[in-house]
């Protein structure tokens, strides 16, 4: 893939270019942070529940395409559906 001068800082996508603030990366970087973490922390609390193995994966697919949906509702509200980052 070639960036033809792309900084470091250049995202491409979608036939555009946008650049990421340095103060949006920290924002990015923390936000993935969080994320792992309730992610971690809702695989812990959901691993001390009776429930057997494939049902726990059954419930978080659940949660991650309901988390998905939402966020792609929320791009085709706004005029598209490419990336929501």
Same mark, same amino acid.
């Given at each position: 893939?070639?960036?033809?001068?792309?900084?470091?800082?250049?995202?491409?996508?979608?036939?555009?270019?946008?650049?990421? +603030?340095?103060? /949006?990366?920290?924002g990015?970087?923390?936000?993935?942070?969080?994320? %792992?973490?309730?992610?971690?922390? +809702?695989?812990?609390?959901?691993?001390? +529940?009776?429930?057997?193995?494939?049902?726990?994966v059954?419930?978080?697919?659940? /949660?991650?395409?309901?988390?998905l949906?939402?966020? %792609?509702l929320?791009?085709?509200s706004?005029?598209?559906? /490419?990336?929501?980052?």
């Amino acid at each position: 893939m070639d960036l033809q001068g792309a900084d470091r800082n250049t995202k491409v996508g979608m036939n555009k270019r946008t650049t990421v +603030s340095e103060l /949006g990366a920290i924002g990015y970087a923390l936000a993935g942070f969080t994320f %792992w973490v309730l992610a971690d922390s +809702s695989i812990k609390l959901v691993g001390q +529940s009776g429930l057997p193995a494939y049902e726990m994966v059954a419930f978080l697919g659940l /949660g991650m395409a309901v988390f998905l949906e939402a966020g %792609w509702l929320c791009a085709a509200s706004q005029g598209g559906c /490419g990336p929501i980052a």
